[in-house]
């Protein structure tokens, strides 16, 4: 399939009689790159699902709200890595656990979880990610999985360029000495 220009995506959703049509280009374009953002923030599969829905039906409901002085996908995302910092701080709240715990809940369910098949090395990188505070692990994955660009970041997350740039870098440090301090075995 080729890709759907955001232009011709918000043409059509202007127009009554092919907004539907609209929103199934959008989610074609969109949805498997927000699932895995979402996925790798949350890791439970069934709980990434639950907010891939969630995020389209709040882009179905404000998509002619949106104001076109970002991409389409920056806004998407925007509202993708807010509604994932919700569920997990929602998540805290619910079991009165600190961040703590909840990271170390995750990093359980990602060896327990069926799509993870990654070697060893892998495996300690995801858990040395959920080891990094929240907003530290959201910059992280942005800028090495969805190989954002900074500014793109920026947007995101309405941070400075020079922060994201910081919090990257620390980020990487913080990785670097969990790996290099954790045991891994061949």
Do not use: C
Not at 67 to 75: A, E, H, P, Q, V
Request: hydrophobic share 40%; proline share 1%.
């Amino acid at each position: 399939m080729k890709q759907v220009e955001d232009q011709e995506i918000l043409a059509k959703f202007s127009v009554e009689g092919t907004r539907n049509e609209a929103f199934n280009l959008l989610i074609s374009a969109y949805q498997e790159k927000i699932y895995w953002h979402i996925r790798r923030l949350v890791i439970n599969h069934d709980d990434a699902d639950d907010l891939v829905q969630e995020v389209f039906i709040k882009v179905w409901k404000n998509l002619d709200k949106f104001r076109s002085d970002s991409k389409l996908y920056t806004w998407i995302y925007r509202i993708a890595s807010n509604e994932s910092i919700t569920f997990l701080n929602k998540k805290k709240q619910q079991n009165n656990t600190p961040l703590d715990e909840v990271s170390e809940e995750l990093k359980e369910s990602l060896v327990a979880a069926s799509y993870f098949n990654g070697d060893q090395i892998q495996l300690k990188l995801q858990q040395a990610i959920l080891s990094l505070p929240e907003k530290q692990r959201l910059i992280f994955n942005m800028k090495y999985y969805d190989e954002l660009k900074y500014e793109e970041i920026s947007q995101i997350l309405g941070t400075t360029v020079g922060a994201l740039k910081a919090s990257f870098h620390i980020a990487v440090k913080k990785i670097e000495t969990f790996m290099l301090n954790e045991d891994i075995s061949y």
